[in-house]
């Protein structure tokens, strides 16, 4: 099926002019592809990243052809699969190839949405005449430089919808090319189980499961009344995208705004000194700030946990008053949300931090107001602070709130296997 004819791909008919043609491109296994491009003698050999965080957050085919999936705790790979190659996340490369895929996109596609940091949406509409090229050559192009110029693999769809387009990239990994049109849509769901379509979630899945509902070709057969009675608004949009009627447009503003970034840390055994769990808390205040800097991006608000020795998450959630990646300026508000949220008495065995509504190109104003000013101090000491970090190591200056955990970490007295440090551009 992956090499099917697709009329709005092919032909050039009248039917083309009434059919959008959408693609998306998706990064094969994309960090462990990055850092095979970095290091091509990494190329055929099991590998995974996510070493800082304690968990496998990509891997290659052959590490998966192992029987190692993400989110597996890396003393377990090191335990079962000691030939695997562990990698440390490198979150700016990651960045910085994506980024360099995207501008190949936009070498022949003017409307490019990025969705995430390993796969983009594009409209191929009426561009096969002035490029000289069908729809499927322009999508054969963009394959073939993105893995010449960055030795990358990609997978690519084409579809008249955005859905399709992705059931489509997700056809034939790796380095796929899969057509689907309104006429083969049917024939390609009936393959795929209703849980693999893009918007139906777990729970969704398992309620249609339930109505009988197995593959996404059961859903596309029920009638459109029944999908209203039964399911909420976006299932009717999925519903008309898997039936080819284009319904979610491409939105090619660049993205300004992220969801979130959190560190996290457990600790055993379980404990309620206030002083040391502070002091986590400074802890990844800092980090999340540092890491955010590097973005260029600051948060509009942030949330603290602490999570008790029988999983008892409690949290609260901070609004700034002004967007900020200084820890200086983010501690003092924090510290009174953490004092009402700690309880005497409670054993406590994770501290967590999340900053929210993360903003990009934010730039503190100079003004008379005090804050503002106190702002721009320290956005002018971190950048000395940061380059001097990206010079010497990743913690030359800290405060001294953070001490304390700092300290807990140089004893090897904790485990990262909880990190959840979220890839910005995923969110």
């Known amino acids: 099926m992956s090499s099917c004819n697709m009329n709005i791909i092919e032909s050039g008919t009248a039917n083309a002019k009434k059919e959008k043609v959408i693609l998306h491109i998706d990064g094969d296994a994309f960090f462990v592809g990055v850092e095979i491009a970095k290091n091509p003698k990494l190329r055929g050999l099991p590998v995974v990243t996510g070493e800082e965080r304690g968990i496998v957050s990509a891997l290659s085919y052959e590490a998966k052809a192992l029987g190692i999936t993400r989110g597996m705790p890396i003393f377990k790979v090191k335990r079962e699969f000691p030939n695997v190659i562990i990698l440390s996340g490198d979150y700016k490369a990651y960045v910085k190839y994506s980024t360099k895929m995207f501008d190949i996109v936009r070498r022949y596609v003017d409307d490019v949405e990025e969705y995430s940091i390993d796969e983009c949406f594009g409209e191929l509409t009426g561009l096969d005449k002035p490029l000289g090229m069908t729809y499927r050559q322009i999508a054969e192009r963009i394959k073939k430089e993105v893995n010449e110029e960055l030795d990358l693999s990609v997978s690519i769809g084409l579809a008249p919808t955005k859905v399709l387009a992705k059931v489509a990239s997700n056809w034939v990994k790796p380095n796929g090319l899969t057509v689907i049109d309104r006429e083969s849509a049917p024939d390609f769901l009936e393959k795929v189980p209703v849980k693999k379509i893009w918007g139906i979630g777990p729970r969704t899945a ?179 602070i940061d380059s001097l970090e990206e010079k010497f190591g990743k913690i030359v200056i800290y405060l001294g709130s953070t001490k304390n955990a700092l300290d807990y970490r140089s004893q090897d007295g904790g485990t990262e296997s909880e990190d959840l440090d979220k890839n910005l551009l995923f969110l």
Request: hydrophobic share 35%.
């Open 206 to 384: 398992e309620q249609l499961n339930k109505k009988d509902i197995i593959t996404a070709k059961d859903f596309y057969d029920k009638d459109i009344a029944w999908i209203k009675l039964i399911l909420s608004k976006p299932y009717e949009t999925i519903w008309k995208e898997l039936h080819g009627i284009s319904v979610m447009e491409i939105n090619s503003e660049s993205k300004t705004v992220y969801s979130s970034l959190q560190k996290t840390r457990s600790f055993h055994p379980s404990t309620n000194d206030k002083n040391f769990l502070w002091s986590q808390i400074s802890k990844h205040i800092e980090e999340a700030c540092r890491k955010a800097r590097h973005f260029n991006l600051v948060p509009k608000k942030l949330s603290i946990f602490l999570k008790t020795k029988d999983f008892e998450f409690i949290t609260a959630l901070i609004l700034l008053p002004s967007p900020s990646n200084s820890p200086e300026i983010l501690l003092p508000l924090v510290h009174k949300e953490f004092e009402g949220i700690h309880k005497r008495g409670v054993l406590y065995r994770t501290t967590g931090v999340t900053l929210l509504d993360l903003t990009a190109n934010f730039v503190p104003q100079n003004d008379l107001f005090e804050s503002n000013a106190k702002a721009l101090k320290f956005d002018t000491i971190h950048k000395q």
